[in-house]
């Protein structure tokens, strides 16, 4: 991590292959979104570092990124921390000069990563949201997942008020795991939902499942096996949560609607097409089907 502190407000410094308004395009891309605002071209994001909570606004000059704070308590909360964050949200220790390598030898992807050169996938550091998230969209269309998140964060989340707007924090495991099934069923999740949900927040206040875990798995296939074993974890949550939280470059959503629908637009087909046929058109996407699906995905609204 590159940065600097500047007493009010810290830069920090990305790779080159950086472009701050495309994952701008892709954080704005639903109004329903609760968890950051985007106004004048500046990102407002609240986040947890040490149980305090820290009002980012983020904006974007001479290739710096530059973080100031509008509410930040008068404590001892390391920069460090908070750079940290903002560094893993836009996966800044991805080369993606390698992806971009790739991606110049392949038909599909050899002019969509030139149109959106510098996008960055944007991540979801907390594990607990990745994975409550990721078992939100299962089987609905997006715009009524991002309803449920809404009700969720609104009831069980915390949140801070800044020049007559609110801004919200993701629900803690520990907040969630008190939670019975019909506190969520009355939000509109599913019986089923709402008790993956609460399961999940159970094993992290367990102590069973842990970020760090995950992370210490030796491969990708391991890590997946150990998702693969939570309640309401399939392949598809599994590897969202592998891709957006636990950086797996490889993790591949091949059964993504998002990314057959992107398929079927850049080549012109009249069907989506099979499981068959993506295998075989990402194999010149070996290690990288994330940014390859990330980027088709970003292809979906032009």
Not at 101 to 121: C, N, P, T
Not at 147 to 159: I, S, Y
Not at 185 to 201: D, N
Not at 238 to 262: E, Q, S
């Amino acid at each position: 991590m590159q940065w600097s502190n500047h007493g009010s407000f810290i830069e920090i410094y990305p790779p080159k292959e950086f472009n701050f308004d495309e994952c701008l395009v892709f954080l704005g891309r639903s109004q329903e979104e609760v968890l950051h605002q985007i106004r004048d071209g500046l990102l407002y994001k609240l986040i947890n570092v040490n149980v305090e909570l820290i009002l980012c606004r983020i904006g974007f000059v001479q290739h710096v990124i530059h973080v100031d704070f509008p509410i930040r308590p008068l404590s001892m909360t390391s920069d460090e921390e908070i750079v940290a964050y903002i560094w893993e949200w836009f996966d800044l220790d991805q080369d993606l000069s390698i992806f971009y390598e790739v991606a110049k030898q392949d038909k599909i992807l050899q002019q969509i990563h030139k149109r959106y050169y510098g996008l960055r996938m944007m991540c979801i550091p907390d594990l607990f949201e990745a994975l409550t998230w990721a078992i939100m969209g299962q089987q609905i269309n997006l715009t009524f997942a991002y309803k449920l998140k809404q009700r969720f964060v609104e009831h069980f989340g915390e949140c801070l008020t800044f020049e007559g707007n609110t801004f919200w924090l993701y629900p803690t495991y520990e907040r969630i795991a008190t939670l019975g099934v019909e506190d969520l069923i009355t939000l509109q999740f599913t019986v089923r939902k709402a008790e993956y949900v609460i399961g999940v927040a159970e094993a992290m206040r367990n102590g069973e499942l842990t970020k760090e875990m995950l992370l210490q798995e030796p491969t990708y296939l391991q890590a997946q096996k150990s998702l693969l074993g939570i309640r309401g974890v399939g392949p598809w949550t599994a590897d969202y949560v592998l891709m957006k939280c636990l950086h797996y470059p490889d993790a591949f959503l091949i059964t993504d609607v998002g990314l057959h629908n992107a398929l079927k637009a850049q080549l012109g087909l009249e069907r989506k097409p099979t499981i068959e046929e993506i295998k075989e058109m990402a194999t010149n996407w070996e290690g990288w089907q994330a940014y390859a699906t990330f980027y088709l995905w970003r292809s979906l609204y032009e």
